[in-house]
């Protein structure tokens, strides 16, 4: 495996946003995952998203951990910084970097392994101090980069390649995120571009944490019987609901839904994802309620897409730590210095 | 400072130890008998042996005043307070003999605790104050003051001294300095009125301490943060390095808080855990900050992974490693040099990082500051290794200094202009043989734009898997290394003026032991000269003092001799003549431990 640069094909009459910038612009490097996989659908929004937003590419940066889905940073925005760190500790790094350079706007790319595992702890502390990042997980139940073994999203009941059966609760990203006192907790479908780019955009926009989970299909790993995600359940009921046409594995898989309505998905393995969009009245500004909405659903076996929780006026980092709204890399040195003076005077005290 | 004296020996050259329980607030009082004899232009030094727990087990403070100006611990105690019932048998053993010990006799002791070449000193320390003082929390406070007054009588401690120390100390609550002064005069006026004083070990006002100042070494190394314009601090708390962020903390607390709008110019983050302190430093670092965190050994293997990371990938990071004894329960508060090895090559796959080796606190404050801008200039991962008896024991030092022209060197860093004038940049590509490439920082300008990734980028900081783009990257990495040798502090040589084949090889808090063991052996016909490393890499001066030496005595604080280990696996010496000197107890290494041991192995040699 190689990096290969996208050729970039720019043509007159390619739409332009307010930078003047093309959607090409917006790109980044050949993906490398296989064909079909779900996170290149998530990479595609993502460039949607900025693209639209007309945000500057040079503004932002582009983190993750270790995991098929954290290589993605490679595949979007050529023109932002991206770092991709160790297993499971996006966030820490993100952290620093916001922590050092304020102003930056930060992605986060992460996967289920990747923060509802080695980086729960990282996750959690990301959320509880609200740093101003979009963080993404991209959501597929199992571990792809290390060959299909179980994540702690993978439902109790649901087998792996080699036939176990998980017995074990799973962990939800979004439920967690809200109880961790989380500011922004939203969950979309990798093929449901309607409603991730939109998303993306909020999330981006939110002064604050923003938790997405995206359910996002491994083509490779989930293309056996049992390996549902959670829909053992659901699977027993496709044929009572509408299902729409089977997809070739080696295509991603696409949806699209209207608000209030439920859309069973069938995935590569023939099982079904039953997703339900939330309501347009819904109220995301009620935090009881979000969880209580959330576990209803999950009893039924109902995957919950939309955006969950969120409270814009919860303090963000910097507001709660007091920080010098001038990014701290871009201080002046003497400023931060108190001299050899300072030291004579701090010296006197200790004699 | 080292100027003799023709007074009896025993005249400004004692142990003063102090058995107490901990959390009965004896340490205000400990503070103020040390910086007595300090303004008294006494050289002292105070080492606080404590145990790992918050309130009711033993502990000791160590006081050695020494007008020759030596700070390592002796293996004496010419005076004990023993304070603490708990442990007063194994108080009085300790006693050097000829010595004192000074017991509070509102309680009989036990006849048969009585040694006859220790004079006991009874003091009803707690019937006088119980009787003068009311609330039970005074009455402690104060039974710890008194011992102070005994020993300002007993030991001609300048109470005028002290008087003044106490007005300082309670400036903003005047209201406690008159019974803090009458429980001096209780302790003081019965020690008076019932023994011989002063006793012949005792203070005389000399001028060995002007230009001076009593600091830790983690209040050093926070110092040196400030001063080298860190602004991000990550850390998790960890004995005996917390007192070092809290340091760093106040200080900008003091100096980095905007008057108007109580911005302030910095950010300090409590992780949860030492994994994710080590990644916000990388990361703000990356994004351009000065950024550092301080741990100590258990937090140096949690950040293992990260390290490496940041090795491979030419992040620049500061890391304060203050060693404690082994892994988790028990000796925490014990020290050690125990993580050199740890450090060195920290983390998975080829790393090696450079290492600064403070010896006390002043180079606690001018190596942090050398930290910072070494991690700059190298583009990589640089600990400063101290330890607990540098950086939480009173250290008297020359005062520090700061040349206001200092700015700091970021090293490579590519400007937005600079960019913009560039045709393309490549991460990884050394451009001036140095084996330093340029950096550009995130957010300055689209044409810097790279992605950082573990092992799999090549020159250009494209990824990569192919086998020569990998070895190239890596064997660059070896020529930053060679930078690196020679940019480090160098070490510091001692020689003895005699014609000998002897030498020693120390670092760290070792140091004051070492000088101390010189003159021990001098004084004894054996002469050696020293070579106090202040960093790794080694450089050539290292390799040249072992090829002039046939015998190197390599003085550590570890079980396994990690420093002469190192120094076999990056010299070309004959290991066979690397002599390891260890201590590792826990308590900081006295100077006789060293010199009785060189001593030993020299007569040995020569009867061979
Ligand atoms: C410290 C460490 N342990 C283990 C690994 C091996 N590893 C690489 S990716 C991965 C799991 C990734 O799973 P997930 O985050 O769900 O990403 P996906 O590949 O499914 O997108 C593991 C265990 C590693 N890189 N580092
Ligand atoms: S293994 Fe699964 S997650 Fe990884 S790239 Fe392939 S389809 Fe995607
Ligand atoms: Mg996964």
Known sequence: ?351 | MTQKSSHPSRVNDFVIKIGTVNGTGSASANTLLMKALFRMGIPVTGKNLFPSNIQGLPTWYEIRASRDGYNARTGRVDVMVAMNAQTYEQDLAEVSPGGYLIYDSSWPRDGQLARDDVQLIGIPLADMVNRHFTPARVRILMKNIAYVGALCALMNIDRDVVRALIEETFAAKKKLIEPNMQAIALGHDYARKHFDCPLPVRAEAMNGTDDHILIDGNQAAALGCLYAGATVGAWYPITPSTSLMDAFESLCKRYRIDPDTEEKRYCVIQAEDELAAAGMVIGANWAGARAFTPTSGPGISLMGEFIGFAYYTEIPAVFFDVQRVGPSTGMPTRTQQCDLMAAAYCSHGDTRHPVLLPADPRECFELSVAAFDLADRLQTPVFVLSDLDIGMNDWMVPKLSWDDDYRPDRGKVLSADELEQLNAFHRFDDTDGDGIPYRTLPGSHRKGAYFVRGSGHNRFGGYTEDAEQYQEVVDRLLNKWETARERVPQPIRTDSGHHTNIGIIAFGSSHGAVTEALAQLADRGIHANYLRLRAFPFGNDVQAFLDEHATVFVVEQNRDGQLRALLKLETHTDPGKLVSILHYNGLPLPSNAVSERIRDHVRKEAVA
Request: charged share 20%; with cysteine.
């Open chain 1, 1 to 351: 495996m190689s990096f290969i640069t996208k050729p970039k094909v720019q043509w007159s009459g390619q739409r332009r946003n307010p930078l003047g910038l093309t959607i090409r612009d917006y790109e980044g490097g050949m993906s490398t995952l296989c064909a079909g996989c779900g996170h290149d659908s998530v990479t595609a929004a993502l460039v949607q998203a900025f693209w639209e937003l007309a945000i500057k590419p040079e503004q932002v940066i582009k983190m993750s951990g270790i995991g098929c889905s954290s290589k993605t940073p490679a595949y979007f925005l050529n023109g932002a910084h991206g770092f991709n760190s160790v297993h499971g500790r996006m966030p820490s790094v993100a952290t620093g970097a916001l922590a050092a350079q304020r102003d930056l706007i930060a992605v986060g790319i992460s996967g289920d392994g990747d923060s509802l595992s080695i980086g729960m702890g990282q996750f959690a502390h990301a959320v509880r101090r609200n740093i101003n990042l979009l963080y993404i997980i991209e959501n597929n139940g199992v571990y792809g980069l290390t060959k299909g073994q179980f994540s702690a999203s993978a439902d109790p009941g649901s087998k792996s390649k080699a036939g176990i059966e998980n017995r074990q609760q799973a962990i939800d990203p979004v439920a967690t995120a809200i109880s961790l006192g989380g500011s922004f907790a939203a969950r979309s479908f990798s093929g449901d571009k309607a409603q991730l780019v939109p998303l993306i955009k909020a999330g981006l926009a939110h002064p604050g944490c923003a938790v997405l989970d995206v359910i996002s299909p491994c083509v490779t790993f989930n293309d056996h019987e049992g390996s549902t995600k959670s829909y053992a359940w659901t699977r027993e009921h496709h044929e009572s609901v509408n299902s729409p046409d089977l997809v070739e594995p080696a295509d991603a898989i696409e949806a699209s839904y209207d608000e209030g309505q439920e859309l069973p998905v069938k995935l590569h393995d023939d099982s079904v994802i039953r997703f339900r969009k939330l309501e347009s009245d819904y109220d995301p500004g009620d935090r009881a309620r979000a969880l209580e909405y959330l576990e209803r659903h999950r009893a039924e076996g109902k995957v919950v897409t939309g955006l969950l929780y969120f409270d814009p006026n919860q303090p963000e980092f910097h507001q709660l730590s007091g920080t010098a709204l001038q990014p701290l890399r871009d201080i002046d040195f003497e400023r931060l210095n108190p001299g050899a003076d300072g030291l004579e005077q701090m010296q006197k005290k200790m004699r």
